[in-house]
């Protein structure tokens, strides 16, 4: 027997579902990044809390503590700053921490990625698989990673999930492989099915450390774009297949910062658009 009762309001709805049922049949749902729902079970009870897209994207950047700001100044532009930001509440003010640094983007420029960001709805196209464009929007960061060995000074302080660069770490960049947009370990997959990935252990240093960033996280949506870092820069100036670079110094610097527990998120925006969305999503002035 199920009972259902749907309550909306402007924008979202609540749904409550009550069915006779037993406990370990109950499986739980979690906020979605791109935050569509968000499920709250009991026993025999379950509701749903719907939120529009733009409401679930203010309570996840209220839960950002730690701010990478990246401004570019169009569409166009392979490179731009970047700023940290720090805050102690969602109801505090953002603080620069530190000055702002160069940093390399895509050679074709920026397209709006897939992030915890609503989508845009405008004429500017979404990124795609080795268009050259680093996405825009926001992001959060998941992970760092690099030559280091965990046990070493920058292992044992990362504070987020660290991923030692080794010969069988593979970033899968193939749209048609199951693992697409993942960085796994090859020795632990038994039949790979890709036709192509990113080395994380390098010749140079590009990847000598980086940091993560959830473009087109769970589920990847396959051509949609992968493999989206913070990373090392090949030198200054010299634009990116699609990520976010700078020098070595800037990105040690940065990743011994960041903290998983402050819901580091990347901003990343074209100055017209940050200009645009800055008072809606809460964003602090930047100056170079």
């Known amino acids: 027997m199920v009972f259902h009762r749907r309550i909306d309001w402007p924008n979202c709805c609540l749904f409550v579902e009550a069915r006779y049922r037993h406990r370990s049949q109950l499986a739980p ?26 409401q679930a994207f203010q309570l996840l950047m209220s839960a950002t503590r730690q701010l990478i700001l990246v401004i570019a100044e169009d569409w166009a532009s392979s490179g731009g700053w970047l700023r940290r930001f720090v805050r102690v509440g969602a109801d505090e003010a953002w603080q620069p921490l530190g000055s702002a640094v160069p940093v390399s983007l895509g050679r074709s420029g920026l397209a709006w990625g897939r992030g915890l960001h609503p989508e845009s709805g405008g004429t500017v196209p979404g990124k795609q698989e080795g268009d050259g464009r680093a996405p825009a929007g926001v992001f959060a960061i998941t992970a760092l990673f690099g030559e280091a060995a965990p046990d070493s000074a920058l292992g044992r302080a990362a504070r987020l999930p660290y991923l030692q660069a080794s010969i069988n770490l ?15 370990d090859q020795s632990s997959i038994t039949q790979p099915d890709w036709a192509s990935c990113e080395e994380m252990l390098r010749s140079d240093q590009r990847y000598a450390i980086g940091a993560v960033v959830a473009h087109n996280a769970e589920p990847p949506l396959p051509g949609a774009g992968s493999c989206i870092f913070l990373h090392v820069w090949a030198s200054a100036g010299v ?49 170079v």
Not at 33 to 45: D, L, M
């Open 170 to 184: 593979k970033a899968i960049d193939d749209p048609a492989s199951r693992h697409y947009n993942r960085i796994v």
């Open 29 to 54: 749902d979690f906020l979605h990044p791109t935050g569509k729902s968000a499920r709250i079970e009991a026993r025999s009870v379950s509701i749903v809390f719907i939120m529009s897209s733009e």
């Open 239 to 287: 634009p990116t297949a699609g990520c976010t670079a700078m020098s070595l110094a800037n990105m040690s610097e940065l990743a011994g910062w960041l903290d998983g527990a402050a819901a580091p998120a990347l901003v990343q925006l074209p100055r017209g658009e940050y200009e645009e969305l800055r008072e809606a999503w809460g964003l602090p002035d930047f100056l």
